[in-house]
């Protein structure tokens, strides 16, 4: 028997009659000219006052509502957290199309698919709070037959419904970082292509992580393969298939040769992360990262060229498609076989499209939907403060796998930086993370002096940016706070940092993601905000945190005793990544973390088939970069550059080549 709480019921027997409600108020609103007269015969349908709902578009969106006893008097739109520009310049638009309609029943945005149905949403859950259905918390977290809340079940969608078929060979999910190599690759290996996304393209990463390509050959570097597996087998704690990241050993330079190929074409240069500098430090670095130079790109027509443009200018010219705003609803099944999918175009019609080689899944994960975190991961919600998710990962690719017979991993994880700073009576976690004010930190992942909210030091600084995160569990507030001098510039050349952290160029004259010119730049903007804070004393530094002041200044005169004997005999740190903390002004921050992707998903094959419940292939379906699985467990690992998304790529290109000659 069907289990529903009593807010499903209300919900579910009250739905008639706001529909016969709505109709008897224009009954009542129009005249026998079909003009506006009263509203008198609409009394009574809701309970005045004032009412607001967030759902997830491309992040929160909120709707307010307030009422009187028969019409909806003022509406608010927040969208100003969306990631998409046209969304959050709709929000006007959408308050007065809710105006108009006295429902939540409003034409879509186009260019805002995502934003106008979170939108309507929320206005429909204003109007059901207003009607007095949804007084009542849900009684439990699964839904009938014992599926979680955050799954739900599988769309039906009637053939009726279905407004368009299109046909093609191999269709790609998700216009991002490895959609865009996966279609690339079923182009060029001949195969009729079509890709769609929910938004548009979600770009294409940086920092994309290779071994022996032909950057790191010209240099020098040399990974042994079986290092790198044995370091990140360790790392994910060996919950992880080792055959994939062999796989990615042995074909990643190729995948990255390629791209070097691509952008070289639009006058591009690739750079590689130059290892070498790094004698003596406690921790395995792997120099694997490659990034673009894209200071002063130009496509012809005076733009800034990115990844996505290069790549999406490519596959046009192979004779991909593209479809935007277009959202996967569901993958669809014949004996067995993923045979395609069913979407919905920019009206919100469905629409089926065939694909008789293949399905690639690469919609980016689930870090945007805060309720499929919370209900998989909260002890990492707990640990963050801020949200960089790319647009449109809200889990869509990870749900249609599951439903389709996909296995999902059982260890969830998520990749975090320790680059976001709160304001000392911040708290991190789900609520901060999705609506909450945050700094962007840069600075985070230095290996400066931290302290827990006792004052004291807890952990060597200098590890990978998620390992601090994790420490943070232990402590009282799930934070810490970095504290650095007005010498900082001077000290983080010592430092010698790796990957994305590092501020200055690398040996090779490789440009570093951000230079320290560029993050001093921030610090004014950081104080003025709240932030962070410039202070002539530790004291008055620990006052503005909310740090025990003698604990802290013990503390610091501590860590200046080790910076003097050039020894760490404390928690054993690198020498040259210790620092004073002496020349004023001083500066401090509350530190905590921030998301960049889920790192969990569907498990699969060294054919980047998804697996079923039984470890068997699923023909027809592929699933590339953050929604697919068995490759990292616990925790990123931060000291190889890239991997997630030198992963996404190398596999994005197998699985176009596989799906484009096999149809496997």
């Not at 998301?595 to 023909?619: F, H, K, Y």
């Not at 068995?630 to 990123?636: E, I, L, Q």
């Amino acid at each position: 028997m069907e289990k529903i709480s009593r807010k499903g019921f209300l919900r579910a027997t009250a739905a008639a009659a706001m529909s016969a409600a709505t109709v008897g108020a224009l009954a009542a609103c129009t005249n026998d000219k079909g003009t506006a007269s009263s509203a008198a015969g609409n009394a009574g349908i809701y309970t005045p006052g004032t009412y607001s709902a967030t759902e997830t578009g491309t992040s929160a969106v909120t709707v307010t509502m307030t009422f009187s006893d028969s019409a909806i008097t003022e509406v608010k739109v927040d969208t100003s957290k969306e990631t998409i520009q046209l969304a959050v310049d709709s929000a006007e638009q959408f308050q007065e199309a809710l105006m108009a309609a006295q429902s939540s029943e409003i034409d879509t945005v186009s260019g805002a698919t995502i934003t106008s149905n979170a939108v309507k949403k929320a206005a429909a859950s204003c109007i059901e709070q207003a009607m007095g259905l949804a007084t009542e918390e849900e009684e439990t977290p699964v839904v009938d037959d014992g599926t979680p809340a955050w799954l739900g079940h599988e769309p039906e969608i009637a053939d009726s419904d279905i407004v368009e078929t299109l046909d093609t060979e191999v269709l790609v999910v998700g216009g991002g970082t490895g959609g865009l190599f996966a279609a690339c690759s079923a182009g060029e290996n001949g195969a009729k292509t079509l890709v769609i996304d929910k938004l548009t393209s979600g770009g294409v990463r940086d920092d994309l992580g290779a071994i022996d390509s032909r950057y790191q050959k010209e240099w020098g570097t040399k990974i042994d393969k079986f290092d790198y597996i044995t370091e990140m087998t360790k790392i994910a704690a060996g919950r992880l298939d080792q055959r994939l990241v062999k796989l990615w050993a042995e074909e990643s330079g190729e995948a990255i040769d390629w791209y070097g190929d691509r952008l070289a074409e639009r006058g591009v240069e690739l750079w590689h992360e130059a290892g070498g500098d790094d004698e003596g430090s406690r921790y395995v670095h792997f120099a694997t990262g490659h990034s673009p130079r894209w200071a002063g790109s130009d496509d012809g027509e005076g733009n800034e060229l990115d990844g996505a443009k290069v790549l999406t200018d490519y596959a046009k010219t192979l004779g991909v498609e593209f479809r935007y705003n277009t959202p996967m609803v569901k993958l669809t099944k014949e004996d067995g076989r993923v045979t395609g999918v069913i979407a919905q175009n920019e009206d919100g019609d469905y629409v089926r499209i065939n694909a008789s080689k293949g399905v690639i899944v690469c919609t980016g994960g689930y870090s945007m939907n805060y309720e499929m975190m919370d209900a998989l991961q909260p002890q990492n919600l707990a640990i963050v403060g801020r949200n960089g998710s790319i647009p449109g990962c809200t889990g869509d690719g990870i749900k249609a796998c599951i439903w389709a017979g996909g296995k999902f991993d059982e260890t969830h994880s998520m990749m975090m930086f320790d680059r976001a700073a709160l304001k000392p009576d911040a708290v991190p976690g789900r609520a901060q993370t999705e609506g909450g004010e945050s700094g962007f930190f840069w600075m985070g992942s230095q290996p400066f002096l931290k302290v827990n909210s006792k004052g004291e030091r807890f952990f060597n600084e200098s590890g990978t940016y998620e390992g601090i995160l994790h420490a943070d569990e232990f402590n009282e507030d799930h934070c810490h706070y970095t504290i650095f001098d007005s010498d900082w510039t001077t000290y983080i050349q010592s430092f010698k940092t790796h990957g994305c952290s590092r501020m200055f160029a690398f040996p090779n004259g490789a440009d570093p993601n951000m230079t320290y010119q560029v993050v001093e730049g921030m610090l004014p903007g950081l104080i003025e905000d709240g932030f962070l804070f410039k202070c002539d004393t530790i004291a008055e530094l620990a006052e503005k945190l909310g740090l025990p002041a003698d604990t802290l200044e013990a503390t610091v005169e501590r860590y200046n005793e080790l910076y003097d004997k050039g020894v760490d005999e404390d928690f054993g740190k690198e020498s040259f990544r210790l620092s004073a903390v002496r020349r004023a002004p001083f500066y401090g921050a509350k530190n905590t973390g921030y998301i960049l992707c889920t790192m969990d998903g569907i498990q699969i094959d060294q054919n980047m088939n998804a697996v079923d419940t039984n470890n068997q292939p699923i023909p027809g379906l592929y699933v590339v970069g953050n929604d697919s699985g068995a490759y990292f467990s616990g925790t990123y690992p931060n000291l190889s550059t890239g991997a997630a998304c030198g992963r996404t790529v190398t596999f994005g290109r197998r699985a176009g080549r596989i799906a484009a000659t096999s149809g496997i």
